[in-house]
């Protein structure tokens, strides 16, 4: 038996030997990381001799950038993975954002509101009409196809997946065609719409309970339609 497993290693041997052979050395990426942490310090600095805020902008941008890629955050995966299968881990995470961000923007706008901001406020929030449904039903299918929405095709080309390149192309066109043709659509589809603005309905706090306690239900709700799957 130890002659046949001596000569089943030696037979083995030489394919093993050219498997190890024709794998590829892994790169060392660190001169890389520094090179490009030297980059971005050096525009920076570049940027922080202007007067105006692209300084913040660019590290903005760098840190959302690097948490976005670290994360893996996506909405079209919150929105996608529930379907496919059956996680709805980004989904909680994206609710956690909203949660987040609704006492953020309602302590900005509440500070606006208080500095002298026209009441009720009207003139700041975008009607809601058949354009809105239609519209979110069209970015949902291009992100989808896409592979990633807006956040999620910038990641994954600096990643360096260049065919999300395709995707952010059209994404720039279809964008900068529809600023210039917003005004036509403004006027005879979005504007016929209803404005609805929570603080002039519930009141300030009112409308951020509101708020958390629908972004609540819809956790719980996903929690449970995770466990229904997984338990099929």
Known sequence: MSANGTASSIQRSPSS?????????????????????IVIAVIGVL???????????WMTGIAFGFILQKARFCFTASMRDPYLTGSTSITRAVLIA???????????????????????GMGYVAPISLATVIGAFLFGIGMVIAG????????RV???????LIALSFFVIGSLLGANHFGFWKEFFISKGPRIFLPDVFGWFGAVVVQLLVILFLYIAAVKYERAKTNQ
Do not use: D, H
């Open 148 to 155: 990633g929405c807006a956040s999620g095709t910038l990641m």
């Open 98 to 120: 909203f949660a987040i961000t609704t006492i953020g923007f309602t302590a900005i706008k509440y500070g606006a509101f208080r500095s002298g901001l026209p009441i009720p």
């Open 47 to 57: 940027l922080s001799l202007q007067t105006n805020n692209t300084f913040l902008f």
């Open 17 to 37: 030997s050219r498997a190890r052979a024709r794998r590829k050395p892994k790169k060392n990426q660190i001169p890389v990381g520094i090179l490009v942490l």
């Open 158 to 164: 600096g990643e360096g997946f260049w065919m999300q």
